[in-house]
């Protein structure tokens, strides 16, 4: 007996079947999907990408693809964006860095303060815990500023400084936050080039600059890129106010109530308390944020 389609003859109810699958196919057929427009002209940091390059656009449409279809997590991003842009953007300012390197504090955290890699960096610069400690952060147990948002956007801005101070390109200087200062200045000297996109990393260092590229291009012309979200939908600044304390928490949860909110609120805004008591034995003075007035109602 032979198994070939074509040799196979309906009956009338089975032709029925099929006819009528075909028409549920033909009404199901696949959404349309259209590749994500590559920019004719871009910059990083006031740098021009040399998009006349066959593999600078290919290697900047794979993250467009990635980042333009993930919708979910885009969308996200873009919610929360003007948040974490507006305390960010006047740090980078301050220190006299580009203000794209905010979207390379996105590509490394995806704007969660709280996450730490499977490599042990952590917050939304993403630090190690020695490099934090070099670059001016404080990490303990009780303690850890590299998920203090403020703190460790000035940290970022030393790093970054100092690694320019070596390259005078920003370009470079972004791909060495991926690599490491050290691991890009072997690849410069050892291939022979003076830029990224001449240069050949590991996989993720080669991707990371378009990453971050890719962002930049969705997130300044989300509506180019198919994402449609109204002001309202954008998440806000949420208003606080500052409690200075220079001695001694117990118990960070009756702190909480104390000044009108709760423990999850207080480590939601405070990260960096890694603990629940601060016993702050050298008697510093730290900065810590609450939740101002009807702070739960946009």
């Not at 842009?85 to 006299?96: A, G, H, V, Y």
């Not at 994402?227 to 939908?233: A, E, G, I, L, P």
Request: charged fraction near 25%; aromatic fraction near 12%; charge should be neutral.
């Amino acid at each position: 007996m032979s198994f070939l389609l074509s040799s196979y003859t309906c009956t009338g109810a089975e032709q029925i079947q099929k006819s009528d699958s075909t028409t549920l196919v033909n009404q199901l057929s696949p959404q349309e999907v259209t590749p994500p427009p590559l920019p004719e002209k871009l910059s990083f940091a006031n740098e021009e990408v040399p998009m006349k390059n066959f593999d600078v656009q290919e290697s900047l449409d794979r993250e467009l693809l990635v980042n333009a279809y993930f919708h979910s997590q885009t969308f996200r991003y873009i919610k929360l964006a003007p948040r974490y842009f507006k305390i960010i953007e006047p740090i980078l300012r301050e220190n006299n860095i580009p203000e794209d390197f905010k979207y390379l504090a996105l590509a490394e955290s995806g704007f969660d303060p709280k996450v730490v890699s499977s490599a042990g960096a952590a917050g939304i610069w993403q630090f190690m815990k020695e490099t934090g400690k070099q670059f001016g952060l404080e990490v303990n147990g009780e303690v850890d500023e590299r998920f203090h948002v403020e703190k460790s956007t000035v940290a970022a801005c030393k790093y970054l400084l100092s690694s320019y101070a070596k390259y005078k390109n920003w370009t470079t200087v972004a791909a060495s936050y991926n690599a490491g200062i050290g691991g890009v200045d072997r690849q410069l000297q050892r291939q022979k080039v003076d830029n990224y996109y001449d240069l050949l990393l590991s996989d993720e260092t080669n991707r990371y600059v378009f990453r971050i590229l890719a962002l930049k291009t969705i997130l300044e012309s989300p509506e180019k890129y198919g994402f449609h979200v109204d002001t309202q939908d954008l998440y806000p600044s949420i208003p606080v106010e500052i409690v200075k304390v220079s001695g001694p928490i117990p118990n960070l949860i009756d702190f909480a109530i104390n000044n009108k909110t709760n423990y999850k609120l207080l480590k939601m805004f405070n990260p960096w308390l890694r603990d629940s008591l601060l016993k702050n034995e050298m008697k510093r003075t730290y900065e810590i944020k609450i939740p101002k007035g009807d702070y739960r109602e946009y």
